[in-house]
């Protein structure tokens, strides 16, 4: 046997063992996908310095006291230029909850059905979303009938603080590393004079 012919024979071994390693270890371990993150998991962050957003800061990078509207806010969840559906839907819904700051499930279905919203896209694409980033908070009550005996489980949905915590966390950290940065390097400078 010839050195090319032992290399094809123990490549074909190894490709093998590899397939049959893979489908083992395709239980084990979940491999990353190459695609990017996935929608559910994303949000919509414009340039700091476009036209879409109000400016938020001075030539000097400190916050100015002007606020986004829920609109605006809305946006980053739904952006407006690629969901306009969605967003739409989104803005109305924490508009009515903003002004009641709690809605039950007949609330919510009556805003469904009085909006002419799809029951799909409300229940499946909005609400889910509006959840997972911390703007509202979903609860859920079980009640037994007593006549029937029946449980069901009315929805109750309130206004949250968790999107704003995550992100004043996330923009806090970031300001101390800056900030912390900035002044390792003034050490520096004045420990040379």
């Known amino acids: 046997m010839s050195e090319s012919e032992s290399l094809e024979t123990t490549s074909d071994l190894d490709a ?20 990017g993150v996935p929608s559910d998991e994303s949000i919509y962050l414009p340039r700091y ?53 709690h809605l039950g499930g007949d609330e919510i279905a009556a805003f469904v059905r009085s909006n002419g919203i799809s029951k799909a896209t409300f229940y499946n694409r909005v609400l889910p979303r509006l959840k997972r980033v911390g703007l509202i ?3 859920r009550e079980t009640i037994v009938a007593i006549e029937s005996k029946r449980k069901y489980r009315p929805m109750k949905i309130s206004l949250s603080k968790t999107f704003g915590n995550y992100f004043m966390k996330i923009g806090d950290s970031w300001l101390a590393l800056v900030d912390d940065a900035r002044s390792r390097e003034k050490q520096k400078e004045q420990q040379k004079l």
Do not use: H
């Open 16 to 35: 093998v063992s590899d397939s049959s390693s893979d489908s083992t270890s395709n239980t084990n371990k979940k491999s990353i996908s190459s695609r």
């Open 49 to 101: 310095d476009s036209p879409e957003l109000r400016s938020f800061q001075d030539q000097s990078e400190n916050m100015t006291r002007n606020l986004w509207n829920l609109e605006e806010l809305m946006n980053f969840i739904f952006a407006k230029k690629y969901q306009p559906k969605y967003y739409e839907i989104a803005c109305g819904f924490m508009k009515e909850l903003y002004t009641k700051t």
């Open 137 to 139: 908070k979903v609860e």
